[in-house]
Each structure stands twice: as structure tokens, then as C-alpha cells.
């Protein structure tokens, strides 16, 4: 099946960029990972207490487990009742995420040099919804930033990442520079946690290479909880949006309001995702284009993965037009425009 170059396409889409894992693992193969669970236990950092969480729940969100641990120590606090166990187990869940993520997360050195051609790629968009959790983005939109010299990228944390701003549409209008692309995680990012006095923050550094310790200081030091969504199937990564101001209000504000185009580089489209598709493929989206990794597939493999694509997107959208890209080609993400 022929694959666009984006060049070729690109003056089509310059409303909504959606971005999947497979945007990651084209930047470093650690994000290739199977799940965070799966590498905790891989690490021998899950307990037996807290695979009997996990299976209790049904689940593998970490963030959810923790949270119902606290909740659970906490009440028998409250009632007087003696219960080193649970906190044990929060204790350790919380280890075994902090370690997960140090030991799987690729530092910022190894992709720095991609952050140019990412920042270039998503400037020209009017805003990017990332669904990964991973800290690439939003080092790419400060690089952009300090490129471009000013606010050009906003992820719409205000009065010093303070709070998110509910009311972001003003923020659309540039400010200083030429443009502007707002930034939103719609299930949420390493940067964002829940804190149990403080409610939902966002944390920051001043210098990118240290915002990852920042991040796992703040993990460590406090009550805060993670908040990302990485894992689970649709409805339970509904649930967990539904329990955080910052994510119901990307999912039930930004993403409503998305486009007449979206661009999609890395996301499979897939069964475990299908509550972002019903929003990707709203009725007033009249263009989508998917990318296409080439490597290890034949034409024939090709042919079904556009296919099975079109037809899930054709059960919520009938009328917008489809086509695909090339991943790999000059322009899209971290691909260069030019060979130099």
C-alpha cells in the first residue's frame, strides 16, 4: 500500500496532533516496555502482598493501587486499627514504581539531540495530546521554547504550575511570539502528581536534565501520588480519568472541542484506547491521517493494519477522510525536514 510523505500532506493537518507510545520507542527501545507491572516484577520489586492487590482489583494501574492502599492504612489509622501490613504495601508499591521508572526511563542526555526536529514537528500545530506518560514531550516543548524565545508550547499549568487552567482557550492566542501550541496529557504524565493536602500539582525544575530526580524526590519525600494513566483496558482508564480534575477536563473539554483535522503519529488506534478514539474521531474531525511504521512488515501486513485503522475510525466517523504516512519520513516527529 503506498504511505504518504508527510511533506507531502502536512499543509492538511495543522489543527490536532495525537501522539502514542510509538512516539517514545522511536526516540529510545526502553520504552518498548511490556508494562510498568510486568518490569517491576521482571526487577523482583512486587511483593506477594501486592500481586494479591493487583489481582484483587483486577487491574495493573499502579496509580489506582496505591491509592486505595493509602485510603485502606489511613481509615485504620482513623479507627485505631493496628495495620503495618497495608502501610507495608503501600510502602513497597511505591518503591517498586519509583525504581520501575529510574531504571526504564531514558535519560535526557540519549535524546536530546532528537528534541529540535520533535519541537519543529509539533509547533506547527495547534495543540498536541500526548498519551504517553514518559517526560520526552514536554522536554521537546521546552526546547522549543528556549528556541523559539517565549511561551510558544504551553501545557496550561498557570501562576507558577500552580494549578491548570480550566479556562485555557486564551491561552491559543500567541503571546510575544509567532504562534502557539498547547500541550495536554489526556491520561495524564510523570509531571503531574495528586498530593494529599496540596491537591493535584504539576512539578517542575528549573534545568530539564534534573526534572526526572525532581520528580522521583517528590515521589519519595511526600504523600503524592502519581498521576498517569498507563495501563489497563478503556472503561478502567475511563474510571481513573474520571478521578482527576486535570484529566476529566482534558477529556470532556479539550478533546471535545478538537478539529476539523488530527494527525496521529504512534498510537495503534487500538481496542485498549477505543474512549480516546470516540473522541479523535468526533463528527466535526473531517480529516485524520494515521502514520505507518514500515519496518518488519510486509505490503500485505500493511494493507490490513490501514484497514482494521479505517474501520474502527469508520465506527464513529463515517465521513472523514482517511490516509496514511510514512513514520519515517523527512518532517514527521523526530525525523529531520532535511537530510543534511
Same mark, same amino acid.
Given at each position: ?41 521482571? #526487577? ?26 493509602? &485510603? ?8 485505631? +486499627? ?6 507495608? /504495601? &503501600? ?26 526536529? +520533535? ?39 498557570? /501562576? ?35 498530593? $494529599? ?11 530539564? $536534565? ?22 489497563? #483496558? =478503556? ?5 481513573? +480519568? ?6 476529566? /477536563? ?10 476539523? =483535522?488530527?494527525?496521529? &503519529? ?32 510486509? #505490503? ?21 477522510? +482517511? #490516509? ?7 518532517? /514527521? ?8
Amino acid at each position: 500500500m503506498p504511505l504518504a510523505d508527510w511533506l507531502d500532506i502536512e499543509d492538511r493537518y495543522d489543527d490536532t496532533l495525537l501522539l502514542g507510545n510509538g512516539a517514545s520507542i522511536a526516540l529510545d527501545a526502553c520504552f518498548s516496555y511490556r508494562s510498568l507491572l510486568e518490569n517491576a516484577r521482571h #526487577e523482583g520489586l512486587v511483593t506477594a502482598d501486592l500481586d494479591t492487590v493487583f489481582t484483587h482489583f483486577s487491574t495493573t494501574d499502579f496509580e489506582h493501587v496505591m491509592r486505595m492502599l493509602w &485510603y485502606s492504612f489511613n481509615v485504620n489509622q482513623a479507627l485505631a +486499627i493496628a495495620d503495618l501490613r497495608t502501610r507495608d /504495601a &503501600y510502602v513497597a508499591l511505591r518503591r517498586a514504581l519509583i525504581e520501575t521508572v529510574r531504571r526504564y526511563h531514558a535519560p535526557f542526555a540519549t535524546i536530546r539531540h532528537h528534541l529540535d526536529p +520533535i519541537q519543529q514537528f509539533m509547533g506547527r500545530f495547534d495543540k498536541v495530546l500526548s498519551l504517553n506518560y514518559d517526560l520526552t514531550v514536554y522536554w521537546a516543548m521546552m526546547e522549543g521554547n528556549e528556541i523559539r524565545g517565549g511561551g510558544w508550547f504551553k501545557d496550561c499549568w498557570v /501562576a507558577g504550575d500552580a494549578h491548570f487552567e480550566s479556562d485555557w482557550e486564551f491561552l491559543e492566542t500567541p503571546y510575544g511570539v509567532a504562534g502557539a501550541t498547547l500541550v495536554f496529557f489526556p491520561h495524564g504524565n510523570l509531571l503531574f502528581a495528586s498530593h $494529599p493536602q496540596r491537591g493535584e500539582i504539576k512539578i517542575s525544575a528549573g534545568a530539564a $536534565p534534573s526534572l526526572l530526580d525532581r520528580i522521583v524526590d517528590e515521589w519519595e519525600e511526600t504523600d503524592a501520588l502519581p498521576m498517569f494513566v498507563s495501563e489497563g #483496558e =478503556s472503561a478502567q482508564k475511563e474510571n481513573a +480519568i474520571a478521578r482527576h480534575g486535570y484529566l476529566g /477536563a482534558v477529556y470532556n473539554d479539550v478533546m471535545t472541542g478538537i478539529g476539523p =483535522s488530527v494527525a496521529i &503519529y504512534g498510537w495503534g488506534v487500538g481496542e485498549n484506547d477505543e474512549h480516546i478514539l470516540k473522541r479523535i474521531a468526533a463528527r466535526r474531525v473531517n480529516r485524520i491521517a494515521v502514520s505507518v511504521l514500515r519496518a518488519g512488515q510486509t #505490503e500485505h501486513d500493511i494493507e490490513l493494519h490501514c484497514q482494521t485503522i479505517t474501520l474502527r475510525v469508520r465506527r464513529y466517523n463515517s465521513q472523514a477522510a +482517511i #490516509e496514511f504516512f510514512d513514520a519515517v519520513s523527512p518532517g /514527521a516527529w523526530l525525523h529531520p525536514r532535511a537530510v543534511v
